[in-house]
């Protein structure tokens, strides 16, 4: 066989394997990818997304719409040919696997997670939108989770209204661990409680809670990697009561990132005109009950997915903003905003046609 042919033969078969090693051979990356969006102001699967009833609204038009990110599963596992792939195409970004998944997560765990999260941002986004309309809610603190086999292991329940601990009335949910903390482990830390049962049946029949227990529990010591502090095994949250029933429906979606735009349909729901003056406004965003935006994942995607729908203005976090100035999709403004004041001020000039005055992402 002449030198020639021998090498372009080794050469070809060199080639293939080196294909085949590329298809065959996974790699530790997921992949990332622009996922739908939905006008929190309009319908999904047939249904308003946002349901209010018992307090006048009013009619909107124009787009708020909420953005996500599509993802690969916890269990897929992404090949060098599929990775070189996503490192080269502009819509979609390869990221390390555990970056999406850390400490192993599995796929239920992630899915849990994220709907856990998303409740929240609903429950914050309500908060939020009603602070700023200067609707009154009742706020207290509860028992969010209970650590198994923690000292609370069935001393506390999630959805006990946690009033005092040692006397010291509970005011926010930081409260809890600052007050635990000052005790050394193996001491005992008393809990002035509103049963869950009992704070249920309250508020099913519209009184307020009557019946208080204390219990005393053993604290532990902790054993991250942190200093050893005293503990007890549960994380405090906030419940709420609304003076009216609003309810957010939009299935299949996770995380905390569409709170902003939840807020700000809501806000518009409950005031007349509209907020965007007819224009398509996106966004992202998690939000806290006193309206303060902070940064997510994926922002990228989400500008790009964004645009692709016909928005005309995002609403980005702050912190968000230098990384999603890198590269702007044509025809998007993106708006950098850090609290719910701030996002509804650059509504205002967005509908009333003044955007040069508008706070723009840069990348410095």
């Not at 018992?54 to 009619?59: D, L, R, S, W």
């Not at 409740?119 to 200067?134: G, M």
């Not at 049962?197 to 219990?215: D, F, H, I, L, W």
């Not at 569409?258 to 005109?273: H, V």
Request: proline share 6%; net charge negative.
């Amino acid at each position: 066989m002449p030198r020639r042919t021998a090498t372009m033969l080794a050469s070809t078969l060199m080639l293939i394997a080196l294909l085949c090693a590329g298809v065959f051979i996974p790699v530790p990356y997921s992949e990332m990818s622009p996922g739908p969006t939905v006008n929190t102001l309009g319908d999904h699967d047939g249904e308003p997304v946002l349901q209010i009833s018992g307090h006048k609204t009013y009619e909107a038009s124009g787009h708020l719409n909420m953005t996500t990110v599509r993802v690969t599963s916890a269990e897929y596992r992404m090949n060098l040919v599929e990775a070189v792939y996503g490192w080269l195409a502009h819509d979609n970004r390869v990221v390390p696997h555990e970056t999406l998944y850390p400490d192993g997560k599995t796929e239920e765990e992630a899915t849990q997670e994220n709907a856990e999260e998303f409740s929240q941002s609903q429950e914050s986004a309500k908060v939020a939108a009603l602070k700023a309309l200067d609707i009154p809610v009742k706020s207290w603190v509860v028992v969010s989770t209970v650590v198994k086999d923690s000292p609370a292991e069935g001393r506390l329940h999630a959805g006990d209204v946690i009033k005092a601990v040692d006397g010291t009335a509970v005011k926010k949910p930081a409260d809890v661990a600052e007050l635990v903390t000052k005790h050394e482990p193996g001491q005992d830390v008393v809990f002035t409680i509103v049963p869950a049962k009992e704070q249920a049946a309250a508020e099913k029949e519209g009184r307020t809670p009557t019946r208080t227990q204390k219990v005393a529990i053993t604290t532990a010591a902790s054993d991250d990697a942190g200093e050893k502090r005293a503990i007890v095994g549960i994380s405090a949250g906030t419940d709420h009561t609304f003076p009216f029933s609003v309810d957010i429906k939009l299935a299949d979606v996770g995380g905390p990132s569409a709170g902003l735009m939840f807020a700000l349909g809501i806000y518009d729901k409950l005031t007349p005109g509209d907020l965007t003056g007819g224009k398509f406004v996106a966004g992202t965003g998690t939000i806290d009950d006193n309206g303060k935006i902070g940064p997510i994942g994926g922002i990228g995607m989400k500008t790009i997915g964004a645009r692709d729908k016909g928005a005309q203005y995002f609403l980005t976090p702050a912190d968000n903003c230098a990384a999603a100035a890198e590269d702007i999709p044509d025809g998007l403004t993106l708006v950098k905003v850090d609290t719910i004041d701030d996002a509804l001020g650059a509504l205002e000039d967005i509908r009333s046609g003044k955007t040069g005055d508008l706070p723009k992402c840069t990348t410095g």
